[in-house]
């Protein structure tokens, strides 16, 4: 078979390895993805990004419109343009899919995130956790003489940095609902 | 009207109200209500298959060669996980589906219950849309939703779960028109600004290329139709995938031939070397562009594809238009007519100039042979003898399937089954026997290998039972051709478990089932035995012993672009400048 230049046994001339070398700058998108409220939709939302190989960085899910049984799934995304726009096209054939919309293309949107932060400590630790509590407007929303419970929200770049503030000074759960969002404006 | 009837009473019902005359499926614990109804009724006919994938590919060759969609009937559990890879073939073929599952009654749904399967889970990535229904009064109106999304926008396979307490209950009936299809309303129309900037281009273009896929075959014939005028009118060359053959005819003037990694020289190089390329309906997968980077370079890409997400996919695209091939051919028509019917053709005419040299490289010869059968040989044959017949070919998987396309051709769509992207070995022995039982009287033959062919070979029983006349015409090469030849040139000759040991004697086969058995290894004896296969008024099993280490060229390595493709055993020699034999 020498007709072929191909060395015998190499590998390297397998079909797997068509990708494009020439990737480009991934970046993060939020999208909100408007589907009826039925059985098995976040599944097939959830089963896209892993059999697809896409990318989820927060994902959270509630009915919006208890009368039009619809629900807003928002899920932040990174990749590349080509791989986000690859991503909002294979969510808009999803049959109960209604609507998918870029929030990041749109401008920057308004991103909020509710986090519960549990915080055991005495002394000195414990009213320095209050304290920057109320710097970031964290409130109380449980407390015992060993412990509070902190809950705060905003975007997701000031709940870590709240977080990572409460590691030193005994953080020892946190419950993260994920990004919300809207576009600005109308 | 509203009528209460029970929930299996309403399967029966919308399938005749949906014009559904042939269901092809096998019974089962979990579907026996729905059985009882079939037993009492004589407007649709059963087809027992002898194994559940096999139910979901005849449905495939139904639906294939009819344009209507395929309707298949599973028990849950292991009739539903059996249909699991007929459901993926089809969505990859993009074939309207409708297929039902029986599943244990609602009230066991989550106990491991017997023959108990999460249906829905396991079918959710491999169809276009699936329901499990709890409610009898929702059965009517999710069954005309499934026909409505099977068949409109890309089709494909939908999966409908019934559980058994839902079959048995009465519920209310509703017609088709009633049912709430509102939100699926797939764009059909293309964009009319985009379609003018398409014949601008194609006015001006030198070195055009239409390159048509299954979503031509998919829009109806209307819009093969519509294709045929405007490539004749424009005089521009074109290829199609292995899926899209027959949309434009094998006799016409512009055609190619097929392209891609097994593709014909002029097709493959029309492709690399085009200043416009006009993609009709094809999704740029890896078996034709080969290497990506070096995809096409020079040419102007126009995408015109039904679903979005094929767009920009894997080759980024100047002009996407979304909309039904047919619409929008109709449009690219009236607009280019309107506008003088022009073409740059004094450009086009060196351009076939060009194509002409590489047509002149026939890369189709082989080393012909006066003591064995050549698979290409006894393709070309074939292709002789029933060309002018009313001939359905459907294939299995591997290097006969590759050159089935090479060597037959199809003057009309819908003649032409075959696992495209899915690949699925074991799919062409079934298919013919739904592409026969929608066409009782035509000629249906199946191309296969001995090995493909041996993974379905228990619907000898199928076809026996059902008088199905289908012709196998199997090219036993006793190796898994393909395996072979990619161990040969790829993987250093080591034919790791790539033979076929053990074969059986197809003749004494074929008779145990009350079928004709030929056997056949003289090149003399070959158009005698395929006049006698095709005379004879019931099925053929045709072992038809070829040359066992033939390889399929033209080839494009994987991972090469299409101008380094490889011609036969000769390529080297071409490939140095000299000439092809």
Redesign the interface.
């Known amino acids: ?6 060395k ?8 797997y ?6 990737s480009q700058v991934e970046s993060s998108h939020t999208l909100a993805v408007i589907v ?1 409220n039925e ?2 939709a976040l ?2 939302v959830i ?1 896209l990004f892993s ?1 697809r190989g896409y990318n989820i960085d927060s994902l959270t899910v509630a009915e919006v419109d208890h009368k039009g049984h619809l629900s807003r799934i928002t899920v932040v995304t990174r990749g590349t343009e ?1 791989v986000i ?2 991503i909002k ?2 969510l ?2 999803i ?2 899919v ?1 609507e998918v919309k870029d929030l990041t293309v749109e401008g920057t949107p308004v991103e909020r995130e509710l986090a519960l932060l549990k915080v055991a400590g005495t002394g000195d630790k414990r009213v320095e956790a209050l304290r920057l509590a109320d710097i970031f407007r964290a409130n109380v929303v449980d407390s015992t003489l060993e412990s509070f419970v902190f809950e705060i929200t905003g975007p997701s770049a000031k709940i870590d940095a709240f977080a990572d503030l409460m590691r030193p000074l005994g953080l020892m759960e946190v419950a993260r609902t994920g990004v919300a969002a809207l576009s600005r404006g109308v | 009207m509203a009528r209460q009837m029970t929930g299996a009473k309403m399967v029966l019902q919308a399938l005749k109200d949906h014009d559904v005359d042939t269901v092809f499926g096998y019974p089962g614990g979990a579907v026996l209500p729905i059985y009882d109804e079939i037993f009492q009724q004589n407007d649709i006919r059963h087809i027992l298959v002898r194994h559940e994938q096999a139910a979901i590919h005849m449905a495939e060759g139904y639906a294939r060669s009819t344009g209507k969609p395929g309707v298949a009937l599973v028990t849950s559990g292991p009739g539903a996980t059996n249909a699991v890879t007929g459901l993926t073939d089809a969505l990859m073929d993009s074939i309207p589906l409708i297929v039902f599952s029986g599943q244990v009654a609602t009230f066991m749904v989550g106990t491991d219950g017997f023959q108990e399967a999460d249906t829905v889970g396991i079918t959710r990535p491999c169809t276009k849309h699936n329901w499990l229904v709890k409610d009898t009064e929702k059965l009517a109106e999710t069954i005309h939703q499934a026909f409505h999304i099977a068949t409109s926008g890309r089709p494909g396979p939908v999966l409908i779960d019934l559980p058994k307490d839902v079959q048995f209950a009465t519920g209310t009936y509703r017609e088709a028109k009633a049912a709430r299809v509102d939100h699926y309303q797939p764009q059909v129309k293309g964009d009319i600004e985009a379609i003018t900037r398409l014949v601008e281009l194609m006015e001006t273009a030198e070195r055009p290329v239409f390159y048509t896929g299954g979503g031509v075959i998919n829009s109806g014939p209307g819009a093969s139709q519509l294709l045929r005028e405007l490539v004749d009118g424009t005089g521009f060359p074109i290829t199609s995938t292995l899926m899209g053959l027959g949309a434009y005819p094998a006799s016409g003037k512009s055609w190619l031939g097929m392209l891609g990694m097994h593709g014909l020289y002029e097709a493959n190089l029309a492709m690399h070397g085009c200043d416009l390329m006009i993609n009709l309906g094809a999704r740029f997968d890896d078996r034709i562009t080969g290497r990506t980077s070096d995809f096409s370079p020079k040419s102007t890409k126009v995408h015109v594809d039904i679903d979005a997400s094929s767009i920009n996919k894997i080759i980024h695209v100047d002009l996407p238009i979304i909309g039904d091939i047919g619409h929008v051919l109709e449009d690219a028509l009236k607009i280019w007519k309107a506008r003088g019917r022009k073409t740059n053709a004094a450009a086009v005419a060196k351009w076939w100039a060009k194509i002409d040299t590489w047509k002149k490289v026939n890369c189709l010869a082989y080393t012909g042979s006066e003591k064995t059968i050549k698979p290409q040989y006894a393709l070309e044959r074939l292709e002789a003898l029933t060309k002018d017949r009313d001939r359905y070919i459907t294939t299995e998987v591997g290097q006969h399937q590759m050159w089935a396309a090479q060597y037959l051709g199809f003057e009309d769509p819908n003649r032409w089954m075959t696992s495209g992207g899915l690949g699925t070995m074991g799919y062409g022995f079934p298919a013919s026997i739904g592409v026969q039982i929608a066409h009782p009287d035509s000629l249906v033959i199946n191309v296969a290998g001995e090995a493909s062919w041996l993974m379905n070979m228990q619907e000898m029983g199928t076809a026996t039972q059902f008088r199905t006349p289908v012709k196998q015409f199997i090219l036993n090469n006793e190796r898994l051709g393909m395996v072979r030849q990619w161990q040969e040139l790829l993987h250093g000759e080591r034919y790791s478990s790539s033979w076929s040991e053990s074969l059986p004697d197809f003749v004494k086969l074929a008779e145990s089932f009350g079928w004709k058995g030929m056997i056949v290894s003289d090149p003399a004896d070959l158009d005698d035995a395929i006049m006698e296969m095709i005379n004879h008024d019931g099925p053929v099993l045709f072992d038809c012993l070829v040359e066992k280490h033939e390889n399929c060229f033209p080839m494009i390595p994987s991972g090469k672009p299409h101008n380094e493709m490889l011609l036969s055993a000769d390529a080297e020699a071409f490939k140095g400048g000299g000439a092809l034999v």
């Not at chain 1, 078979?1 to 191909?6: D, E, F, H, T, V």
């Open positions: 078979m020498s007709a072929l230049k191909i015998k046994g190499a590998s390297s001339h397998s079909v390895d068509l990708r494009d070398s020439h009826d059985a098995g599944a097939r089963g059999g080509s726009d690859q096209a294979q808009g054939r049959v109960p209604h």
